[in-house]
């Protein structure tokens, strides 16, 4: 799901014949995802890559008086970042029961299909939703149209209906999460290899949200710049 403070920028910022989809969750600043795109623009010497900013279908309802910061009010922070625009989810879910999963994933897909991206950065919640779009994908027996999945935390299925059930992907997928206690895991977040065989991952310890302490933070998004460039063939840079 896209930032709402970014809702104003979902058009690509230079033309490019290499295009990437940014598809993040409603609670994150673009502030957030500066230092990444910068990495990235830099090391594409050969193109300007273009950002395509998504917004997920659903509005999202905050539950009064809720502490799970699943259902609970975004914080003055996170509305004064907003500018008075909406928060948004890809569906709704609580205790483990996803809703409205099916329509949005099917949203989700015509979104990209338009897009036609080579890279999906997703954040949270968004990651999950990629989750279960791979798996219609598979139902369905289509290829995956784009070459790489970024995944900042999340990623996992947590209503058994929707779960793999075994089944796993062997998509290009690479995922930076966080290591220690946070809002959402006590024991921070668990690796993906069970879904993902030839995941790479990158852990930190920023909490529920995109790296930012250095070194570590410049460390991952070179790292992940470089994993990018690796699977996405020579139009990425002059070689």
């Not at 920028?9 to 290499?18: E, K, L, V």
């Not at 080579?118 to 919640?125: A, G, L, P, T």
Request: aromatic share 12%; proline share 6%; hydrophobic share 35%.
């Amino acid at each position: 799901m896209i930032s709402p403070d970014v809702s104003k920028s979902r058009m690509p910022y230079a033309s490019s014949h290499t295009r990437r989809l940014r598809v993040d969750w409603g609670r994150v600043a673009k502030s957030q995802v500066r230092l990444l795109k910068k990495i990235i623009d830099e090391h594409s010497t050969n193109v300007v890559p273009s950002w395509f900013f998504l917004d997920a279908p659903m509005v999202f309802e905050a539950v009064a008086g809720a502490t799970d910061p699943i259902f609970g009010e975004p914080g003055d922070f996170e509305k004064a970042l907003s500018k008075n625009q909406p928060f948004r989810c890809w569906y709704s879910h609580g205790n483990s029961c996803y809703h409205s999963v099916d329509e949005n994933v099917e949203t989700l897909l015509d979104m990209i299909k338009e897009v036609a991206p080579d890279v999906i950065i997703c954040f949270s919640q968004a990651s999950n939703c990629i989750s279960m779009a791979l798996d219609a994908l598979r139902r369905k027996g289509v290829a995956v149209p784009w070459k790489v999945t970024v995944m900042f935390s999340g990623g996992h299925i947590d209503d058994p209906i929707f779960d793999w059930q075994g089944w796993t992907s062997h998509h290009p997928t690479l995922r930076v999460f966080n290591a220690a206690k946070d809002t959402f895991f006590d024991g921070g977040e668990g690796s993906l290899q069970h879904m993902y065989p030839e995941i790479v991952e990158f852990p930190h310890s920023d909490g529920h949200m995109f790296p930012h302490s250095e070194p570590r933070a410049s460390e991952i998004y070179n790292q992940v710049a470089d994993e990018i460039y690796a699977r996405c063939g020579k139009k990425w840079k002059n070689t």
